[in-house]
C-alpha cells in the first residue's frame, strides 16, 4: 500500500511540475472559501466556527473550499495541488485535510495530509462522500451536504472540543500575602542603597522604551503542511 502510495505521490508531482504554472488557485481568506457561491450563509458561518474549535482543540487544520471549476484538471491533481500551496496542517504534523467541491464538474474530494492518514483513510473519506454528502447533492441540498461531510470528517478525527479549563489566576491573586512582603522588602532594599550612594545619579532617560510591537491581523492561514495525494473522490 505503501509502495503504491509512493507511485501516487511521484505521480502527482510529475503532474505538478506541468500544471502548476497554469492553474489559479483562489486566496485562503478563511476555514471556509466559498469560491463559487455554493454555501449558505448561517451554514458557512456555523462551519467556521466548528473548525477554528477544532484547530483550536487539536491543532488541526480542516478547510472547506468550492471551486466554479477545475481549470481543465482532476479533482485529483487539483485537489493535491491545493493543500500543498496552501500549506494547510502544521508543518511538522502534516495533520491538515480538505474538502473541495467543484460546481461545474460536479465533483467533491476530501484531501488528506499525511499526518492524518491513518485516521481519515481512503475508505473512510470515501464513505463519507458517497453516504452523507453526494446523497444531498443530488436532492439539491449542497450546503446541508458538505455541513454533514465536514461533522463527520471531524467525529472521525476525534474532533470533540474541550471544555476550557477554569483559570488558576496570577501569582498575585493567590498568594497576596507574599507580594506584600517582597514589596516592601524592595522599597526598604532601595532606600539602604539609596543612603549608601548607590542610587540613580542625574536625570537618566527611562530605561523603557515604547516599542510598539506588530499585531497580525487574526486572520487565517495555513502552517506548512504537506498532502501526497491521499484521500478520495465522487461525483453527483
Known sequence: MR???????????????????????????????????????????????????????????????????LQGATIEEYGYQLGRHWGIGQKDRNNGALLIVARDERKVRIEVGYGLEERLTDARAALIINQLIVPQ???GHVSSGIRSGVEAMLDTLGGKVQEPAEPQGDFGSR????????????????????????????????????????RSGGGFSGGGGSFGGGGSSGSW
Open 3 to 69: 509502495i503504491f502510495k509512493s507511485a501516487v505521490w511521484l505521480l502527482l508531482c510529475m503532474l505538478a511540475l506541468t500544471a502548476r504554472a497554469e492553474l489559479r488557485f483562489p486566496e485562503l481568506t478563511g476555514r471556509v472559501v466559498d469560491n463559487a457561491g455554493m454555501i449558505e450563509a448561517p451554514v458557512a458561518e456555523a462551519l467556521t466556527r466548528e473548525l477554528q474549535a477544532h484547530e483550536k482543540a487539536t491543532g488541526e487544520q480542516i478547510v472547506v473550499v468550492t471551486l466554479p471549476d
Open 175 to 214: 498568594h497576596p500575602l507574599l507580594v506584600a512582603f517582597l514589596c516592601v522588602l524592595f522599597v526598604l532594599f532601595c532606600g539602604v542603597m539609596q543612603l549608601m550612594g548607590y542610587g540613580p545619579r542625574g536625570g537618566g532617560s527611562g530605561g523603557l522604551g515604547g516599542g510598539g510591537g506588530s
Open 137 to 139: 447533492f443530488k436532492r
